[in-house]
């Protein structure tokens, strides 16, 4: 079946612009993570959604970082007034459920770079 | 979650069996173990996971010590394609995130 999908791939903009980020998970996964990746580093957690409980925020480096998902559907991740440390791998992945027995399946991500 | 301990890199020849060490000695009862692997560009890729017993899948299969405190990744036919760097990760979920060390770059030749 399909696996999780991002989009887009690759995305350039200005420093100060706004950006957002899209996450379309497996059909019928409830879990929902975002990932940071810079260049050679390893996987930095930013935000999960579980089904329709309050979502995790403790990952997200500042205020300029928020995140949406509609039901167990599609999530965006929106970086505002964007900064050069910003650039990074941004990575999507979900789970049927939470829990130490569900993986996570991930997405081949956006790659953002920030002028 | 755990720490694990995984070599470097290793090398393997093109239809050779891949065996990928993994300490995980302090690993907790309720702690899982995971292999992912990163393709240069591409997303992690879920292998396999296991809590006590050894699993076998499509892709390998893992082989957990009875004590819990190490396992090996197998990949029986390794491919050109299996070229990549090699997570194991000690996970307990609860909603808490993966943590990937450095893993292990396993390099396959012809």
């Known amino acids: 079946g399909a696996g999780v999908s991002q989009s887009p791939s690759n995305k350039v903009t200005e420093k100060g612009k706004d950006v957002e980020l899209r996450c379309d998970p497996i059909s019928g996964h409830t879990a929902l993570y975002w990932y940071r990746q810079r260049l050679g580093q390893g996987l930095e957690f930013l935000i999960y959604?579980?089904?329709?409980?309050?979502?995790?925020k403790s990952g997200l480096p500042s205020d300029r970082f928020s995140a949406e998902r509609t039901g167990e559907s599609v999530s965006t991740l929106t970086i505002q007034r964007t900064q050069q440390e910003d650039s990074a791998v941004y990575l999507c992945?979900?789970?049927?459920?939470?829990?130490?027995?569900?993986?996570?399946?991930f997405g081949d991500g956006t790659r953002l770079s920030i002028l | 979650d755990a720490k694990t301990t995984q070599p470097p890199s290793m090398d393997c020849a093109e239809g050779r069996a891949a065996n990928l060490p993994c300490n995980h000695s302090?690993?907790?009862?309720?702690?899982?173990v995971y292999w992912y692997r990163q393709i240069h560009s591409q997303g992690p890729q879920y292998i396999i996971h296991g809590l006590k017993n050894n699993e076998t899948n499509e892709m390998a299969s893992l082989i957990i010590t009875e004590d819990r405190k190490s396992s090996t990744l197998i990949l029986p036919h390794a491919t050109l394609r299996d070229t990549a760097v090699y997570y194991c990760i000690a996970f307990r979920g609860a909603g808490t995130a993966l943590i990937f060390g450095k893993g292990t770059t396993l390099s396959v030749s012809s």
């Open positions: 959604f579980q089904g329709n409980s309050a979502p995790d």
């Open positions: 302090t690993i907790s009862g309720n702690e899982y």
């Open positions: 992945a979900s789970s049927r459920a939470l829990g130490p027995n569900q993986p996570q399946h």
